[in-house]
């Protein structure tokens, strides 16, 4: 046990590192505006370096969390054995999965509330101009990580959210359909 924790830790520590520095589009639209307009005298020095370090250490946890998440519901969908499959047993199980992706979801909510936060910080430190600009790129980018992460918890909602529709009548009508 210790050793799986120990994995996904370094794990999510990891992932979290390469979205924070790694990510092309996050060094196209905020780091690299935000170099220019250092160098350029219209923030403080060192304010790229502040928001870089902020970013990694905030990814890195989050990359934690979310692999936490995702073994834990790895560990519900091994397949039961022949005594654990009775029918409140697998319906326990499949309301985990549901409360599984339902803090998902809401830890990516936070992460992405994380993220904007963090990305509207530098335009206290940009001169008028550039902070106007630059909050245009920063609340992009945010909104893009929030799509994506909204289409990632859509995919994987769907299957446990969705299996109560293909039990009892709406297994039926599905079967109905599909000989006709």
Known sequence: ??????????????????????????TKVVYTPL??????????????EKLTLMHVTSMCFSGIGILALMAAASAIAI???????TVERLRQRMVDLQLIILVAAALLVL??????????????????GAAERFSVLATGYATHSGVSATVLIACAALPAIGSPMLTGPFADIIAAVLRN
Do not use: C, H, N
């Open 79 to 85: 397949r039961a054995r022949p005594e654990e499959r």
């Open 111 to 128: 992460i992405i509330i994380g993220q904007k936060l963090l990305l509207a910080w530098p335009r206290g430190l940009l001169t008028s």
């Open 1 to 26: 046990m210790a050793l799986v924790v120990l994995v996904v830790a370094l794990s999510g520590v990891a992932i979290g590192y390469w979205i924070a520095t790694k990510d092309l589009l996050l």
């Open 35 to 48: 170099q220019v307009a250092e160098g350029a005298g219209a923030t403080f020095r060192g304010t790229l």
